[in-house]
């Protein structure tokens, strides 16, 4: 496994936009699969968004067209740009990881309220 580390949760006013981070610890990053899932409180953890390592990504219906994930294999890093953010975003959100098995950040809390 690869370690994860995410950051650039907060708390943002309704309609706001974040940016979240990832930084992956391997040389190899541009192989990985990269995602991002998140849990609101009292609910199962779910998908947001996935890029391969080939750049093709797939998005929850609920968040297409506002958040959009981005890699850069270079800064072994992969972001989550998140805009018209609303109080249903508000969750823990964690960075995954897949090559060969599966890996997961601790997570970073978006708080979304004014």
């Known amino acids: 496994q690869v370690q994860l580390v995410e950051s650039g949760g907060g708390l943002v006013q309704p309609g706001g936009s974040l940016r979240l981070s990832c930084a992956i610890s391997t040389n190899f990053f541009s192989l990985y699969t990269m995602g991002w899932y998140r849990q609101a409180p009292g609910k199962q953890r779910e998908l947001v968004a996935t890029?391969?390592?080939?750049?093709?990504?797939n998005y929850a219906d609920s968040v297409k067209d506002r958040l959009t994930i981005t890699r850069d294999n270079a800064k072994k890093t992969v972001y989550l740009h998140m805009n018209s953010l609303n109080a249903e975003d508000t969750a823990v959100y964690y960075c995954?990881?897949?090559?060969?098995?599966?890996?997961w950040g601790k997570g970073t809390l978006v708080t979304v309220s004014s």
């Open positions: 995954y990881a897949n090559r060969w098995g599966d890996s």
């Open positions: 890029i391969t390592s080939g750049g093709r990504t």
